[in-house]
């Protein structure tokens, strides 16, 4: 039977909206769909996949790639091999794709972007995302993909019926690695992803002694800092006001991106915010591409004339 | 190691050092006190050292040459090898070892600064002269200071002098490398250099950052080459009449000596020289001016390094007194003064110029 | 604690145009700068702590070039003991083929280990599966993303692992075990050119990857390499810094956030 089976993104009780992705690759690779997710009360769209398979274990259970691989095999058992087996590229996908590609000797692409219909190649980006690289599997299917989010969901088509509900019993629980606990970060006043105007430094800006500069401006144009990964790796801003894929995502109205270069792991944390507005001194970065107005320039110069105007 | 350790306990305690330094007072940064932890082998507080600016006024002004400067780059030197230093520090270092500078900007780009000319600069291998105008990293890559390598090329050859460049091939002369203490990264850059100066046959050097010229000159042993700063180059041009300064420039201008140009290597003059040759131009002075001029505070790292201590900035000093004195510009001769002024100098409506710029307007 | 920890030479790309050879054959490597992977330096750095508090010892392995010699030496520099060079004639795209490689080394060398460390990704291929597919490989746990290792005891660690949105979760793994170490880990120590020298004294051995070859085929090839699309993108605003920044000001007044 020429299916995919779709590992379902869930946490906390949350069906991810990251999962349209894999339904939309599912849907677009012209498989009959099938969503394997734990047993739980999930929200799902109605007609979104051909089948759905509850999984009667608990979600963390589920998510540990050790119990996954089990899972699957289960799955591949009754209802034969799938074609493809999709996962997100995310914090458990990338996991437990990788792990059930070793445990069967499994072709794996992983953070595919896009996909050719004529070829049947997958693009995967390399090189700080400055080259795709079109992949093809040559093993034997079941083939395994990993899916950058946000690439495919457009392709997500209505069903004609409501999915048929499936199950799978006996779920064998590995005990080599067992989940603890969920660890929250530390609640601060700042949620960034309430801010209507974000104001974002990047590596660009160089020392720790340009933030209080930059939480000066931000002040003055009644916005909100935050920052992209490096800024917070080098502990320039805390955590809470990371964003991106490690961090927060964003969709404020203006998103004023400063010295950040436009890795994807940060893009896909502000890609959807309303306006973004890109200030870099490399005309070549790759924000530019996802930005709604780019200036090549010294984003302190920026900055200090903006201080500047606003302030005269 | 023990001539060193000989010149410390030479050390009487005078003070002078201390007096001298742009650190001293608002910071926790003592030299004089720092020198007597050594003489009895104290323990260093980590961050200290890392505050010395590299001006050089205490090993100028010292009357026994304990050579505090390079007590603090031997002080460095043991944390830089301990792996022991700050993060931002590391990556300056990192990014001069892969790109060859600390930027981290690609080698490739190392000549875009040449895109903006309508002429075409020689390798400096093609030229008769073999003279290199030895650009720097940031004037090869900060949009800011692009423009001093273009103008000095203008001037240059309107004055008919025939200089070539190294292009990709120029490395970090790694005089900031040396003051942060990385003493085999230095090497490495000293090798390549001198290599490059030697296969190309190279016999002049003409610098565009007094940083590039010490250590060319103090610091890359005996290369037989003569390395020079830009502003004697073009003094001696307008001295001989290769440039005709014709403009008017009804403007006060204070100058700002860099402390690898000024007080480090004696060169007062000729950037003055070359001001007052212009018409209309009203030279103003600092009250620490020449040999005690206050350091702006780019060098010794610290362009790559936050210190702990907040507190007013000599560069904030400077501007201030500019305003005071009713300048309508700061002018310098060196890179790393024009970025550490011109933060201040922006916000509070001040204009910096580097030296080039001004020429460019009267030539 | 005996631990392994990969680490790989990958060209510098940050800063680079790169450029694509041959009609989409090969990608133009050979004027890069080249330097470790950035999360393999996380990687050694953890991997060097934990033995600095268990008492145990690290070795170092790189799949690579003759070259790639240089991102062991930097790892002996941290204090890693050992450092083993798996010498490839060809780049080995697929990350199957890798894992496959290094666990056939493992196996036939026998090599010991607790915990084998890498990095999350690599730079240049941005995979993120070599420890994920060698973990199954070698049938112990795994987990990617390791952002703390709060507790390692004689036969198990309790790890953070970082998810989306700043949320983690901590996880007992039982040993031995694959890790995947996140950039931000640690803060990893400066390596001076002087302590590399002294690193080159240590010995570095190397392995014939074509000795390790059982089972090792490519699962997935490349068919051609290409430039991403162009999202259309930015309108770029120029002319002087000042008609810039009251353009900027128009704009975010116009969208309604500052008046």
Known sequence: MSYALIVGEVRRGIFEERNLDTIGISSLLGKETCLLIPDNAYTISEKQVDTIIKVKTDEEAFLNPLNLVGIVEQAMNTYGKPDFVLFTHSSSGMESAAYLSGSFGLPLITDVSGYDKDTGAFYKSYYSDKIFGEFRCVGQAPYVLTVRSGSFKEFVAEKAAFPKIEFIENVAVNTSRTFIEYVEEEKTEIDITKAEFLLSVGRGIGNKDEIPNYEELAGLLRAVLSGSRPVIDKMWLPKPRQVGTSGKTVKPKVYLAMGISGAFQHIAGMKDSDCIIAVNKDAGAPIFQYAHYGIVADMHKVRDKLKEMVKG | ?363 | MNILVFTKRVPATQEEELRILGDGKEVDLSKLPFKVNDWDNYAVEEAVRIAEKTGGTVTAISIGDAESDEVLRRAIAMGVKDGFLIEVEKVLQDPYARAMLAYNFLKKENIPFDTILTGVQSEDDQFASVGGILAALLKVPYSSMVIGIDNIDKDHLVLRRELEGGLQERAKVILPCVLSIQSGINEPRYVSIMGVRKASKVERKIFKAKDYEENMSSLIEVVKWVYPPKKGGATMLSGELEEICKQILGIIKEKGVYQ
Not at chain 2, 178 to 190: A, D, M, T, V
Not at chain 2, 241 to 250: F, M, R
Not at chain 2, 339 to 357: H, I, R
Request: hydrophobic residues 35%; aromatic residues 8%.
């Open chain 2, 1 to 363: 190691m023990n001539v060193q350790v000989n010149r410390i306990l030479t050390c009487i305690q005078c003070g002078k050092c201390t007096g001298s330094c742009p650190e001293a007072g608002k910071t926790p940064f003592n030299i004089r006190m720092l020198i007597r932890k050594k003489q009895f082998q104290y323990a260093i507080e980590e961050g200290i050292p890392w505050y010395c600016t590299s001006c050089g006024a205490c090993t100028l002004r010292c009357p026994r040459d304990v050579k505090p400067s390079e007590v603090i780059i031997d002080m460095r030197s043991a944390l830089v090898e301990d792996g022991q230093i700050p993060l931002s520090l590391q990556k300056a270092l990192e990014d001069t070892f892969v790109q060859k500078n600390p930027w981290g900007r690609s080698r490739s780009k190392r000549g875009a600064w040449t895109e903006k000319l309508d002429f075409e600069i020689p390798h400096v291998s093609e030229t008769k002269e073999k003279r290199l105008l030895f650009v720097c990293c940031i004037q090869a890559y900060d949009p800011r200071c692009m423009v001093i390598p273009a103008n000095v090329a203008r001037i240059l050859k309107k004055a008919d002098f025939e200089f070539g460049i190294l292009g990709e091939e120029e490395a970090c002369c790694g005089n900031e490398i040396r003051r942060i203490g990385e003493s085999g990264l230095f090497e490495e850059l000293q090798e390549e250099n001198t290599t490059n100066f030697k296969e190309y046959g190279v016999k002049e050097i003409i610098t565009l950052s007094p940083h590039c010229m010490n250590v060319f000159k103090k610091e890359y042993g005996d290369t037989g080459i003569n390395v020079s700063h830009y502003t004697e180059v073009v003094w001696e041009l307008i001295k001989n009449g290769a440039l005709d300064i014709k403009g008017q420039y009804e403007k006060k201008v204070i100058y700002h000596d860099p402390c690898f140009l000024g007080k480090q290597n004696g060169i007062f003059d000729q950037p003055r020289n070359i001001l007052s040759a212009i018409n209309g131009l009203q030279l103003l002075e600092f009250s620490r001016s020449r040999e005690i001029s206050l350091c702006c505070e780019g060098g010794g790292g610290r362009m790559f390094f936050e210190v702990e201590t907040t507190y007013q900035r000599n560069a904030d000093l400077r501007v201030l007194e500019a305003i005071e004195r009713g300048a309508d510009m700061i002018t310098t001769a060196c890179p790393f003064c024009v970025m550490t002024l011109e933060d201040p100098a922006t916000e509070k409506g001040q204009v910096v110029k580097e030296l080039s710029e001004i020429l460019m307007e009267v030539l």
